[in-house]
């Protein structure tokens, strides 16, 4: 069987330049270029 567990902590690539996202200031938002996705309640 072929059953692949996810991984603990998720890990968000960013949509604009795929710089990892990580949860700051509590948001989540970019590394790189400091892009920060919306929420899901927005
Ligand atoms: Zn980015």
Same mark, same amino acid.
């Given at each position: 069987?072929?059953? $692949? $567990?996810?991984? +603990?902590e998720?890990v968000?690539s =960013?949509?604009? =330049?795929?710089g990892?996202? +990580?949860?700051a200031? $509590?948001?989540? $938002?970019? /590394? /790189? =270029?400091?892009?920060?996705?919306?929420?899901?309640?927005?």
């Amino acid at each position: 069987m072929a059953v $692949q $567990q996810p991984p +603990s902590e998720p890990v968000y690539s =960013c949509p604009n =330049c795929g710089g990892p996202i +990580s949860f700051a200031h $509590q948001a989540w $938002q970019c /590394e /790189e =270029c400091g892009h920060a996705p919306r929420h899901a309640a927005d």
